[in-house]
């Protein structure tokens, strides 16, 4: 079983450029959700969707763009990334807004 | 301030031996309380989940128990293995005006060693 997959698992930026981080679920969940997770800290919510074409902020959105055309892909934009995006990012999805959430193995971004 | 504490943020045990990790929670309303184990390099992957009607829930060598009227929680782990090594982490999450946004702690790092 595939579950959430994301692409890639590392990459290095330099300031200013761009990137999409790509995830998608064959679980058929309608709830994605795309999180970061700093050094000795709790994951923080970026962007969620609740199905295809509905997208809302989350927690930390200033920086990060996404779009959800299809229920299975929820891609992550990074415009003109900076160094305060260097972190770890996983993307989730769940059945139901309100239950259990499946993680990507996460992407680990760095930017220099 | 970060409403999911855990305690400790790390441990060491040696293989065969219980331990027994702690989290205090401020989010309300409350819908329920997750514990997720993540490997290193990982993303994190849930062990239990429950509701403010459930006081114990296990899975395996894993036991959790909540008391929601003190707000608490706390993740057993019996004859531990080597691959019990991992970030465990306690999520929250709120009532169902909030259901997006789950409260993580930090995690309690714990390696077991041989």
């Known amino acids: 079983n595939a579950g959430v997959t994301q692409t890639p698992k590392f990459r290095i930026l330099k300031i200013g450029q761009s990137m999409t981080l790509q995830c998608t679920q064959d679980?058929?969940?309608?709830?994605m959700y795309w999180y970061r997770q700093d050094p000795g800290m709790g994951l923080k919510l970026i962007y969620y969707s609740v199905g295809a074409g509905i997208t809302d902020k989350g927690e930390v959105p200033n920086g990060y763009n996404v779009s959800r055309s299809t229920t299975e892909d929820f891609p992550l934009r990074l415009e003109l990334a900076a160094p305060s995006q260097t972190s770890v990012y996983f993307c989730?999805?769940?059945?139901?807004?309100?239950?259990?959430?499946?993680f990507g193995q996460g992407t680990r971004l760095t930017v220099v | 301030k970060n409403q999911v504490e855990q305690s400790p943020q790390s441990l060491i045990i040696l293989e065969g031996k219980n331990c027994t990790l702690q989290?205090?929670?401020?989010?309300?309303?409350?819908?329920?309380l997750r514990w997720y184990k993540q490997d290193t390099g990982r993303g994190p992957v849930s062990l239990t989940i429950m509701t403010f009607s459930e006081n114990t829930k296990s899975n395996g060598r894993y036991t959790a128990t909540l008391d929601a009227d003190t707000k608490q929680s706390s993740l057993h782990i019996t004859a531990s293995q080597l691959s019990d090594s991992a970030s465990y982490i306690c999520v929250v999450s709120g009532g169902l005006d909030s259901w997006g946004k789950l409260q993580f702690g930090a995690g309690t790092q714990v390696v077991v060693t041989p």
């Open positions: 679980m058929n969940h309608n709830y």
């Open positions: 989290c205090n929670y401020t989010v309300s309303p409350f819908s329920n």
């Open positions: 989730a999805s769940s059945p139901l807004g309100n239950t259990e959430a499946f």
